[in-house]
């Protein structure tokens, strides 16, 4: 089992929780978050005075595949947030241990 | 007040050192008492939520609530002081040009329905005194909450009030009485249609005295602190707007060709300041900004206000682009200033209320004040630029080093500034142990 950490510009979640609900994936947890990458910051103008914005919002979505799943969610995934621009976000892929669905307390793939 | 026949009544009544006759008082006219209690409610909503909400949404979310209740609570105390003692001492009778008797103190004298004197007894004017009043009084409300601009997000709730009473006291009355109660300023022909030098100019300046006294909020200059919800800065400006027609058309005293007049040209400065504001935002600056065209038709009606009844709809929109401009660099060069001007009462009150106190002296005109009215620059009377400029400059010197001296007493009695780790928990919680978000 793998865990897919993927950052991307938030207007692209919608087309993303798509690719990945269309793979059969069930579930999803989607956080707001900031960061910085190479994309540079943005300017914001308050009556005069320029601040720079050096964190910038993003989505992070973690989802938890089976091992033969993982390829084709990254394909679709980058077919689905890419945009061309810096700043388009990153996929971070990680084993997972284990799993247990608290409900039954099954476990392993089963669980997912 | 505003008008030359009240204001030449009231003169001659406050020479003879008597109130009016019976019979030369005017009627009450039906027209003018609907409009002026109108106005006056228009005035209130400037204050709340006007104000409240654009100062609230300029400030941080950590001091919102503090930021409010410096406007909400500005409302209450001074609608108290002003019946108790503030009226008396801007319109009771004059003393020596300075300060109003406490003659009307407790509103003692101000006729009631019930009794046989003529309500207009003391102002002769064609709506009853006890209209004047409160008319008056929420424009002393308006003009306490306008500082707050200023100190906000660093000064003790406690030590607010404390100054606010001083202020209203010491600082308010005494000038709503030279220009308007028959005082000196009155006297030497300082026009101040609806109250540029003794609202806008006071607040400003004040409000400039009190940020240099307190200091910088703590990560001025170095963290980003901005404003933390602009469609209430714009909620806040739209309802200012709005409550301005009150304000200056109100400021007619009656329902009348004059009150249509300083309707027209305060929405037609509101309109060129917004966009003067804007353009030289886009031009200047990067981008045209909602806060932008929200400040710029603040500063607007800022500079129209001492003129919208002196002044033709085509002055008015000049005026206005002015305005816009200056107080567009008036609010940048702060940045590289020393003082914390936190929500730029002084950039946009006091400049936008010199401007509009010179550009009367400039534009004055006799079409509409008629053919023995006051006159400006343009029509060549140099000496009424000069007057305007001698008012502006008395009320800049009088509020600013008053102001220094009622500092100097608020802090002696209670302190003004949160310690350190209150200002940074923010004010809602260390001052009011309340979050406007939950």
């Known amino acids: 089992m793998k865990k897919l950490e993927i950052v991307i510009k938030p207007f692209k979640l919608e087309q993303v929780k798509e690719a990945l609900t269309n793979l059969g994936i069930q579930g999803i947890t989607v956080t707001e978050v900031k960061g910085f990458g190479r994309q540079k910051g943005h300017t914001e103008l308050y009556r005069g005075a320029e601040y720079t914005v050096d964190f910038l919002p993003k989505v992070k979505i973690e989802v938890v595949l089976k091992e033969d ?9 980058i077919k689905a947030a890419s945009t061309g621009n810096i700043g388009d976000g990153k996929i971070f892929v990680t084993p997972v241990e284990e799993v247990v669905r608290i409900r039954t307390g099954e476990r392993g793939e089963e669980a997912i | 007040m505003f008008r030359s026949l009240p204001v030449a009544c009231l003169l001659t009544a406050l020479a003879s050192g008597s109130a009016f006759a019976e019979e030369t008082l005017p009627a009450i006219d039906s027209g003018s008492v609907a409009w002026l209690l109108t106005s006056t409610a228009m005035v209130v909503l400037m204050t709340l939520p006007g104000l409240a909400l654009f100062y609230g949404g300029l400030s941080r979310s950590k001091n919102v609530l503090s930021t409010i209740m410096y406007s909400y609570t500005s409302l209450a105390l001074v609608s108290v002081v002003w019946v108790l003692w ?6 009771g009778e004059d003393i020596g040009g300075v300060i109003g008797s406490l003659a009307h103190i407790g509103l003692s004298g101000i006729p009631l329905p019930g009794s046989e004197v003529a309500a207009n007894i003391n102002m002769g004017l064609t709506i009853p005194d006890s209209l004047f009043v409160v008319f008056q009084g929420v424009f002393a409300v308006i003009t306490v909450a306008l500082i707050s601009g200023a100190y906000a997000e660093r000064f003790k709730f406690p030590a607010f009030i404390l100054f606010s009473v001083l202020w209203v006291t010491f600082i308010y009355a005494p000038l709503a009485h030279w220009v308007w109660g028959g005082g000196w300023l009155a006297r030497i022909g300082a026009l101040d249609f609806a109250g540029g030098t003794v609202v806008h100019i006071a607040s400003g300046i004040s409000g400039l005295a009190v940020s240099m006294y307190l200091g910088k909020r703590i990560g001025y200059g170095s963290e980003k602190i901005i404003p933390h919800n ?13 409550g301005w027609f009150g304000f200056n058309a109100g400021s007619a005293v009656a329902a009348d060709g004059l009150a249509a007049s300083a309707f027209l ?3 037609t400065a509101a309109a060129s300041a917004a966009l003067g504001w804007l353009g030289i935002e886009w031009y200047h600056g990067k981008s045209p900004t909602a806060i932008g065209i929200a400040s710029g038709s603040v500063a607007g009606l800022v500079a129209i206000t001492p003129a919208a009844g002196f002044v033709t709809p085509m002055a008015s929109l000049v005026i206005g682009a002015i305005a816009g401009v200056i107080c567009y660099f008036a609010v940048y060069y702060k940045h590289k200033m020393g003082y914390d001007d936190a ?46 400029i001698e008012a502006a400059v008395a009320t800049l010197i009088f509020c600013f080093v008053g102001t220094a001296i009622i500092l100097k007493v ?11 780790e209150s200002e940074m928990l923010g004010l809602n919680q260390a001052e009011h142990c309340e979050n406007p978000y939950n």
């Open chain 2, 230 to 242: 602009v469609p209430m800065v714009v909620t806040g400006a739209g309802l200012l707007w709005f």
């Open chain 2, 265 to 267: 040209a305060t929405n």
């Open chain 2, 410 to 420: 608020v802090d002696r009695f209670v302190g003004m500034r949160p310690d350190p």
């Open chain 1, 69 to 77: 799943l993982v390829e084709s969610a990254i394909e679709k995934t």
């Open chain 2, 343 to 388: 929500l730029d009462a002084f950039g946009i009150h006091a400049v936008g209320g010199v401007w509009g106190a010179i550009a009367t002296g400039i534009f004055a005109s006799t079409l509409i004040t008629g053919p023995t009215g006051a006159r400006g620059l343009l029509e060549g009377n140099p000496v009424q630029l000069w007057i305007q």
């Open chain 2, 86 to 91: 503030g009226y008396s001492l801007a319109f």
